[in-house]
Each structure stands twice: as C-alpha cells, then as structure tokens.
C-alpha cells in the first residue's frame, strides 16, 4: 500500500511538473511578449541609472570616463602649456560629475520611453537574441531621448560649474593670435558619452537576462524569455 501511494505522489509531482513547464514554454501573446521585453528594459534602466548615477561611477571606469572632444584637447594642451594644467583638470573631473547627475535626473524619461514601446515588434526582439531589445530602443528612442536628455545635462553642468570653468579656458585660448577660434559643444558632447553608457549598460543587463534565468525578476519576464530560449539556433 505504501508503494502505491509513494507512485501517486511522484505521479501528482510529475503531473504537476508537467504543466509548470508546460506553462512557462508556452508561446507568449504578444501583450507577454511585449510585457516582458517592457519589463526587462525597465529592470536594465534602471540599474544602469543606478550604478551610472554613484558618485564617481564615471570618473573612474577608465571604459567610459568622459575627457574632452578631441578639437578641445588642443585648447586643453595649449592652456596646460600656459600653465592651466589644473583648470583642465577640473573641468574634466566636472564633465563626468555632470554627466552622473544628469543620468540621475534621466531615469524617468528612460522609463517612460520603454513603457510606451510599440507590441508591434515585440515577438521579432524577443527572438532576436543578444541586445536586440536595446538596439530597438536605441533606434526608436534615441532622437527623442537626446531631445530631452540634453536639457537635463546643461541643468547638471550649469550646477556643478562646468560652464563657468569651461567658458574663461576657452576664452583664454581663443586670445592667442593666429589660431583657429574653438567653441566645443561640450553639453552635446557629454549627452553623446552618457548615453552611450548607459545603453551599453542596458545591453549587458539584457544579455544578462537572455543568458540566466535567475535574472529574470517578474512571472511575465520568465515567460517570454524562456520562450525565447527555445527559439535559438
């Protein structure tokens, strides 16, 4: 009697097994499919906002520590040349700091951009394995983003100074006779730098979750990225 009840035990256990996995392989919607890439994306931002937006988080990851444009870099060796070495030095050490707090600010807008995200491509990204979901979004969304993350940006320079320091060095450079007058647009320069961060930052969390389960933090996320899984080649 106790072999037979062990039997219907494992029997329940396999059954059960059964449609969990049924469950979890079955194809997703397309409201799945794009709930989950919408949750992904968002678990992406927002970690890549977090880690980007600590303090130093730029300045010292020599991968995406912001320096000058490269026509500045002239301005930079003449004045350093002249003396201002140190003032240079600010002024880069004030670009990354600007670009962290600027990332801070950003968070919403990136939010924002991935809940609005069309269900029209949703089941193509999904399938489409490593860092097509932020590739889509960079297509999509990085006109608009950079519309709206640059004001962000001249806000987070403009309060820790970098126009203020920037302005007298180029100044003092542009006084020198007989040389090409320079006027970098460094607030389109750092919005190019920290956004490229923070989408290489959003790709790496999506291979992230395409490559572990374990990463995969909501039931609609499970779903859709374990029917992924089966599509590999």
Same mark, same amino acid.
């Given at each position: 009697?106790?072999?037979?009840? +062990?039997?219907? *035990?494992?029997?329940? *256990?396999?059954?059960? !097994? #059964?449609? *969990? !996995? $049924?469950? +979890?392989?079955?194809?997703?919607? &397309? ?8 949750? =992904? ?15 130093? =988080?730029? $300045? $010292?990851?020599? /991968? ?9 870099? %002239?301005?930079?060796?003449? /004045? @350093?040349?002249?003396?201002?070495? #140190?003032? +240079? ?13 600027? +990332? ?6 990136? /939010? ?5 995200? &069309? ?9 489409? #394995? ?10 999509? %969304? ?18 820790? #100074? ?27 320069? *750092? ?8 989408? &290489? ?15 995969? !933090? ?11 899984? @089966?599509?590999?080649?």
């Amino acid at each position: 009697m106790a072999i037979v009840c +062990v039997n219907i *035990v494992a029997c329940d *256990v396999l059954n059960e !097994a #059964g449609k *969990v !996995a $049924s469950n +979890v392989l079955a194809v997703p919607t &397309s409201s799945e499919a794009a709930g989950g890439l919408k949750d =992904a994306l968002s678990q992406g931002f927002g970690k890549g906002v977090d880690a980007l937006s600590l303090k130093g =988080a730029f $300045s $010292s990851n020599s /991968l995406i520590k912001i320096l000058l444009p490269s026509d500045a870099q %002239t301005i930079a060796n003449k /004045l @350093t040349d002249l003396g201002f070495g #140190g003032e +240079v030095d600010k002024v880069i050490s004030k670009l990354n700091e600007g670009a962290e707090n600027a +990332v801070s600010t950003a968070k919403p807008i990136f /939010l924002s951009a991935v809940k609005n995200m &069309s269900f029209s491509d949703a089941m193509g990204i999904l399938t489409g #394995g490593k860092g097509s979901a932020t590739n889509y979004l960079k297509q999509t %969304t990085t006109t608009a983003l950079t519309a709206s993350f640059r004001p962000e940006i001249q806000k987070a320079l403009d309060q820790v #100074g970098v126009t203020k320091l920037w302005t007298p060095l180029v100044n003092q450079y542009n006084s020198i006779p007989f040389i090409t007058k320079l006027n970098p647009d460094l607030n389109a320069h *750092v919005t190019e730098k920290a956004l490229a961060a923070l989408f &290489s930052k959003v790709e790496t969390e999506e291979n992230a979750i395409r490559d572990n389960p374990i990463n995969r !933090a909501t039931d609609l996320m499970k779903k859709a990225f374990a029917y992924a899984d @089966t599509q590999k080649k």
